[in-house]
RNA sequence: GCGCCCGUAGCUCAGGUGGAUAGAGCAACGGACUUCUAAUCCGUAGGCCGGAGGUUCGAGUCCUCCCGGGCGCGCCA
């Protein structure tokens, strides 16, 4: 029932290496192998002796030699070579190889183990704003988010990608008082009327896009406007009907533009938890808070302090409630801790949010762990950088606001449309395909070039550059897809189906089998270090191996019809594993291009 | 001021726990198409890895200092 958890090329190497060590007497870590970084050398790579050398006072040239006798395989390995000051070379044997291809084409997940132990993992990620566009900002939250979800699914974990929304607090009142300045005959603000209200809402979502920025610079400037929408903020806390009765309409008008938004950008969420849904909970956590001690008053506020000894940075205490008695942020994040270890059971909780919040997320950890209600949940923020303009300032429109998502989507769509068009793609194809083929493109360039990057590094966003069918870029991974997919077409219609791969007859051959082979590490990667541009460079590495081979071995043309079907195999295989490793980065394949 | 992140080819970027001659894409130059979709592939050229010390048999990677850039630092979210 249970199946022993497959083992990689690279772990089977790394295990012989490792009990050649110990039999040493050295650490078995030692025995780690790498792809080799020389592959004229070999395809493999020990380096493991040259550092045994000192704890075991000998040669490491020796050591490498006893390692090697000690390793010996003549079915795994073709080639065992020693260099330099002792570095080991490995080859695999092509039956090896072979079998390992094989063995990869008969298991459904790819030779990719489930988790042993599944995790009850949150995952923290688009975090939109009511009544603000989403705007670029929140784009890559969704998508380097939404990767981790499908990444964390398919390692077997219980993920729930939630979208935790930012439905309460000052935003909230300044729109309030806002439309209370503009209409202020509305029933709403009828201080005598407790209800009911309106069923339609009072304003349109296009209303609340453009109150918001009127007010929050209003409220910048000027002091009174900044009291009058923190003083209708209060009042929505405090629960004034005509308030939350407005609230609910705008939640509801931004609830249903996201929604779009969202689905047009292929990420979808489990929870639409937002702000709001955490505020009832406050009054009891503060006051759990309070009683463990662990919140105290300070300057009339309520603060937690989090400083520890080694410190080496003057650390701001976590501010629960403030002089005024209004809730913060922190708290509201306290308070969905909270909520998420006792009702969700997390275990792990990940928080796709802007690196420059980094400081925020420390404080709030520390508090969460300080007073007990992370219990043993593992809390960590997965900081990313800023998408930048051409001139490395953050992105923004050609008039200098902020872009829209839905503007971006219909950008990205538009420059694949005209590159199809450049390159002659798709043109004689009926036009509601050649539409759907263009969003296709234009979103896989989006998020590749998103999701390529290091997490944590800032990006220039070029999207010439981007939606170019050249290079390292999700057309040339799509092209590679779709021509895997065109050739499995055609030898069906010729009545031939794919085969047992067969031990590598060439040089391209044999490199995409090692490729394929790799799998395993790229997901492990990505997943250990939470960086999805792991799962970009294996793709990428894949697709041009699979484009060496496709130009030196040609199927249909190939006459031995056991090797046909071997090729026809490994195709296939290797088509699985790019349709596996894009869709875990959101990227849908087209039948055709 | 204190703290965090970054500086690698003309441009955009990779570089597990320190390992051999620092890689890729784009751009440039030269090749391979009666195409299983050339959106591809092969080759050439391009580097004092910001600078200076140090640790080590070995440093792009670790430590210290400096230069240059980004960001953050109690009642915003």
């Known amino acids: 029932m249970s199946q022993p958890a497959p083992i990689s090329l690279l772990e089977e190497l790394t295990a012989r290496f490792a009990a050649a060590f110990a039999g040493l007497g050295a650490d078995p870590a030692l025995g780690q192998v790498a792809v080799s970084q020389r592959p004229e050398l070999g395809q493999f790579q020990c380096n493991g002796a040259m550092s045994a050398s000192k704890a075991l006072k000998r040669n490491p040239r020796e050591i490498a030699e006893a390692v090697v006798v000690a390793a010996r395989d003549e079915a795994l390995f073709a080639e065992l070579t020693l260099a330099g000051p002792g570095f080991i070379n490995v080859r695999v044997t092509d039956a090896a190889l072979a079998a390992r291809a094989n063995a990869l084409a008969a298991d459904p997940r790819l030779g990719i183990?489930?988790?042993?132990?599944?995790?009850?993992v949150v995952i923290d990620y688009g975090g939109p704003n009511v009544a603000k566009p989403m705007h670029v900002g929140h784009l890559r939250s969704s998508i380097i988010g939404d990767s981790l979800v499908r990444l964390f699914r398919f390692l077997g974990h219980d993920v729930k990608g939630d979208i935790h929304l930012g439905d309460w607090g000052t935003q909230m009142g300044m729109l309030i008082y806002e439309l209370s300045r503009l209409q202020p005959n509305l029933p709403y603000f009828d201080p005598a009327l407790a209800g009911p209200y309106p069923a339609e809402p009072p304003v349109t979502m296009e209303d609340l896009q453009a109150m918001y920025p009127a007010v929050a610079?209003?409220?910048?400037?000027?002091?009174?406007?900044r009291r009058a929408a923190t003083q209708a903020t209060v009042e929505l806390q405090q629960g004034?009907?005509?308030?939350?009765?407005?609230?609910?309409?705008?939640?509801?008008?931004?609830i249903a533009e996201l929604k779009a938004d969202f689905h047009r950008l292929g990420v979808d969420f489990d929870l639409w938890?937002?702000?709001?849904?955490?505020e009832p909970d406050i009054p009891a956590m503060i006051a759990e808070l309070r009683a463990a001690g662990v919140a105290i008053e300070d300057a009339g506020a309520l603060i937690i302090p989090v400083e520890q000894p080694d410190d080496k940075k003057p650390m701001p205490?976590?501010?629960?409630?403030?002089?005024?008695?209004?809730?913060?942020y922190a708290t509201t994040d306290l308070a969905t801790i909270r909520q998420r270890v006792r009702d969700l059971h997390a275990d792990l909780i990940l928080y796709v949010v802007d690196k420059r919040q980094s400081l925020h997320f420390e404080?709030?950890?520390?508090?969460?762990?300080?007073?007990?209600?992370?219990?043993?949940?593992?809390?960590?923020?997965?900081?990313?950088?800023?998408?930048?303009?051409?001139?490395?300032?953050p992105f923004k429109t050609r008039e200098g606001g902020v872009m829209r998502l839905k503007d971006l989507i219909a950008m990205m769509t538009d420059e694949a449309h005209k590159r199809m068009l450049e390159a002659n793609v798709a043109q004689d194809y009926p036009g509601a395909e050649r539409a759907a083929i263009a969003h296709k493109v234009g979103m896989a360039a989006l998020r590749y070039a998103d999701l390529m990057n290091v997490r944590t590094a800032d990006y220039v966003f070029d999207i010439e550059r981007f939606t170019r069918f050249e290079g390292r870029t999700g057309s040339y991974l799509l092209y590679a897809a779709v021509r895997i997919q065109s050739i499995l077409r055609k030898a069906a219609e010729r009545q031939l189906a794919p085969g047992t791969i067969l031990p590598p007859a060439c040089d391209e051959e044999r490199a995409l089998v090692l490729a394929l082979a790799q799998l395993p590490e790229a997901l492990r990667a990505a997943a250990d270090q939470r960086m999805p541009h792991h799962l970009?460079?294996?793709?990428?590495?894949?697709?041009?191996?699979l484009s060496r081979f496709y130009n030196a071995c040609h199927i249909m043309d190939e006459k031995d019809a056991a090797r046909q079907?071997?090729?026809?195999?490994?195709?296939?295989?290797?088509l699985r594993e790019l349709e596996l490793l894009l869709g875990l980065l959101g990227i849908e394949i087209p039948e055709r291009m």
Do not use: I
């Open 113 to 120: 183990a489930r988790a042993a132990v599944p995790q009850t």
């Open 217 to 225: 610079a209003r409220c910048k400037a000027d002091e009174d406007e």
């Open 240 to 254: 004034r009907p005509g308030y939350r009765a407005l609230w609910q309409h705008f939640r509801d008008l931004s």
């Open 273 to 278: 938890y937002g702000e709001s849904d955490y």
């Open 317 to 328: 205490p976590v501010m629960l409630l403030k002089s005024d008695g209004g809730a913060n």
């Open 363 to 393: 404080q709030v950890f520390r508090a969460a762990r300080k007073s007990g209600l992370a219990g043993n949940a593992v809390m960590e923020h997965l900081p990313f950088g800023t998408m930048n303009g051409a001139d490395g300032r």
């Open 536 to 545: 970009c460079a294996f793709a990428f590495d894949l697709g041009q191996a």
């Open 565 to 574: 079907a071997s090729w026809l195999g490994l195709v296939t295989l290797v």
